[in-house]
């Protein structure tokens, strides 16, 4: 069992970047591949970026590849996600989630997740 607790979210300009954080309570954090996902008013949820439980593997979905970085600390039982040259598209609540495999687009598949952080970008 591992509970998540997102952070970092706020308002941006268009062009500015964020980092949000997803920390993890509970032994096995290590277990999980973990993904960043988001979801617009009136949208479904959609798949940001994903990333293996060792680090060593990463996807993203094509319209922020290049833009966004994901990442992992294990030590600190934390996942990041460096959002760059920001959009007003990108503006959503985001959900950090740990789930079995990193490359899973479908958020029905992850097993767990967080409360959500508000990203808007205005332009």
């Known amino acids: 069992q591992v509970q998540l607790v997102e952070s970092g979210g706020g308002l941006v300009q268009a062009g500015g970047s964020l980092r949000l954080s997803c920390e993890a309570s509970?032994?096995?954090?290590?277990?999980?591949?973990m993904g960043w996902f988001r979801q617009a008013p009136g949208k479904e949820r959609e798949f940001v970026a994903g990333?293996?439980?060792?680090?060593?593997?990463?996807d993203y979905a094509a319209a922020v590849k290049g833009r966004f970085t994901i990442s992992r600390d294990n030590a600190k039982n934390t996942v990041y996600l460096q959002m760059n040259r920001l959009k007003a598209e990108d503006t959503a609540v985001y959900y950090c989630?740990?789930?079995?495999?990193?490359?899973?687009?479908?958020?029905?598949?992850?097993?767990?997740w967080g409360q959500g952080t508000q990203v808007t970008v205005s332009s």
């Open positions: 990333i293996s439980w060792s680090g060593g593997s990463t």
């Open positions: 509970g032994r096995s954090f290590t277990s999980y591949a």
């Open positions: 989630a740990a789930g079995f495999y990193y490359s899973d687009y479908v958020a029905k598949e992850y097993d767990h």
